[in-house]
C-alpha cells in the first residue's frame, strides 16, 4: 500500500466484486470467500449470475469502461445496475420498424 491508497486488486479482493461499464458492456470481478471468483462481461440490460464468471477471463488490460466502483455481493452489483438503467436515458429501439414506424419516417 502506498499513500496513494491500496491497489484496485488488492481492495477488490477483500470487497467482494469490482464493476466497470463500458457503453453497453458491464464488467465484473470477484472473489468468494477469498477466492478467484472469475470475471464476467454482460449487457448493460442484463444482470450478472454466477454462471456468468468464468476464472479463465480476465479483464481487458486498458479497458475503455469506466471504474465503477466495489460492492460487498452480487446483489449490490445488479441492484446498481437496476438503478442506472431507470435513471439513464431511454436508448433508441433498434430492429424492424413496425408500421405506424414506417408511416412516420420520412
Known sequence: MDA?????????????????LDGQQAWAAGTYEYRPFGVAVI????LFRPRDFRRDRTIPAAPASAFTGYFASLEAVNQYLKVERATSPKRERRGRKTKSDRLRSP
Open 43 to 46: 449487457s448493460c440490460t442484463d
Open 4 to 20: 496513494a491508497g491500496p491497489e484496485p486488486r488488492a481492495l477488490a479482493k477483500s470487497m467482494g466484486f469490482t464493476l466497470w
